[in-house]
C-alpha cells in the first residue's frame, strides 16, 4: 500500500487511520450534510426523493413569475415565504435530500433570516408600504441624505 499523508496511513488490518489530529492539507471527499439523504425511500422516482427542494424551488419559481408579472409585493413575499417554508421542512424533517446544504443549524438559521428579511423588505416596499417600521424608515432616510 502507498501512504500518501498521515490521514490515509493503515493500520494493522489495512483500514485507514489518522496518524494526526491535524486536518489534511487536501481534503479528498466531503461530508454528507446532516439530514442529507433522501426524503423518500431509494425506490422512489428521482423527483419524489427531493420533494422538499422541488417544493420551495416551485414556490420561489411562481414568486419570480408573479414578480415579473407586475405583481411585486406579492412575489417577493412567496419567494420569502419559500425560503421560510424550507427552514422549517428542514427543521422538522429527518431527511430532506439537497434542502440539505450544511449542517442543520446552519441551514435553518440561513433559510430563516434570508427568507425573514426578504419578507420584512417585501412587507415594507413602496408606495404604500403594508407595514411601516419608523426607525427603519429614519435609518434610511438618514443614509440617503448624507
Do not use: C, N
Not at 412575489?75 to 427552514?87: I, M, P, R
Request: cysteine-free.
Amino acid at each position: 500500500m502507498v501512504v500518501r499523508d498521515p490521514i490515509s496511513a493503515p493500520d494493522a488490518e489495512g483500514r485507514p487511520r489518522r496518524a494526526t489530529r491535524r486536518f489534511p492539507l487536501f481534503t479528498r471527499d466531503t461530508a454528507r450534510p446532516e439530514g442529507g439523504g433522501r426524503a423518500a425511500p431509494g425506490d422512489a422516482p428521482a423527483p419524489a426523493r427531493q420533494w422538499p427542494m422541488l417544493a420551495v424551488l416551485a414556490v420561489v419559481g411562481l414568486g419570480l413569475l408573479l414578480t415579473a408579472l407586475d405583481a411585486f409585493r406579492l412575489g417577493t413575499l412567496l419567494v420569502g415565504a419559500a425560503l421560510l417554508t424550507g427552514a422549517v421542512l428542514r427543521w422538522l424533517l429527518p431527511g430532506v435530500g439537497m434542502l440539505a446544504v450544511r449542517s442543520r443549524f446552519t441551514d435553518i438559521v440561513t433559510y430563516g433570516l434570508l427568507g425573514g428579511t426578504i419578507v420584512l423588505l417585501a412587507l415594507m416596499a413602496q408606495p404604500k408600504p403594508w407595514l411601516e417600521i419608523p426607525f427603519l424608515g429614519d435609518v434610511l432616510h438618514f443614509t440617503i441624505r448624507q
